[in-house]
């Protein structure tokens, strides 16, 4: 660690262009690395989404790699910051979008083939544009985690995490895009976001509302028998499940925090501890990024977070957190198809 303050800031500023060549997650240059044109090969397997199915407002939901959801038809939607594939629908009426976060920004040039990407490779600012491209208004995402609290937080809960932590936090927005306000989104001037606002405030009614909707949504799923190892977090009772029974309460005295990290890798022992005592109660490397690009175009982002495996260090798994992770991931396809259902359905019957 450098002693002398200049030295300190050229550290700074080394690390700081290393991530920027490496592509972090969410930072500016990463969209430069997608072509901007789809190969012929990639056209042929997700041709263009018609333009009369775009406009209609919709929802969304988000998946990764614990879902493996996806509608029958794929198509292909161009963005400012690269193009998005693997589109598809989960529903006839095509009301409700899904993208894998992680198979929807990267493909293979020479057969077309969509190629999974690993967290930090994800082109979140082309993804989260293309649902406002195609006129989503809600989102609804799904993600995996490993618990930072594995006595009050055990592995087979389902939490809905109210705030977020970025472990980097690298700059995660759409400016200068022209269409982008300052503090306010201004329509007469073509505005469809701002980049000054404050995330995760009860005071956001559409957010609050949305979040309040999706519980009743999901709720259902614990009484399916097929889901009957789902675990309780401390705070959780039957009737407020998957969220907690005062959420404004929650939301300002215990929030529950997903903890943003880099990735590719776990997380080292280290890093955990430094996480447990910043308050944080789930870990994952993808939802921070979606959910301040959300935010900054006014979608209100509903992030449901499945328990998969306790962190490293914490983790009594005979291998370790990581096979931890493995193993459960495969014991609860069941839960996250139930998950998916009840969404499909419930927002199929809600306006968008």
Known sequence: KPRDPSARAAACDDLRGTCATMGVAGSQDQAKDQPRVLPATAVSRYPPLPEDVRRVARAAVLGGSGVTVAGEERFSVATPFGPVVNVSFLDEARQIMFLNRHLCTHWDDSTGEVRYAPPHEVNYRAMVWCLHECGVRRVVALSSTGTLQPQDVPIGCVLMPDDFYMVLPMPTTF?????????????????????????????????????AEVQKMLNPVLADPACSKLKMAKGQTRECWPSTPEPEKSIQDDPCVYVNTVGPRFETRAEIRSYRALGGTVVGMTCGYEWALCNELMLPYALV?????????????PKGALQEYLDHKQSIADVTTALVGALVKGLSSAPA
């Not at 269409?179 to 505005?191: D, R, S, V, Y």
């Not at 977070?305 to 798994?317: E, K, Q």
């Open 305 to 317: 977070s499945v328990v998969d495996n306790a962190c490293n260090g914490l983790s009594t798994h």
């Open 175 to 211: 400016w200068p895009h022209p269409a982008m306000g300052t503090f306010e989104a201004q329509k007469e001037k073509g505005h469809v976001g701002r980049v000054h606002y404050a995330p995760c405030i009860k005071e956001d009614a559409p957010w609050m509302s949305f979040r």
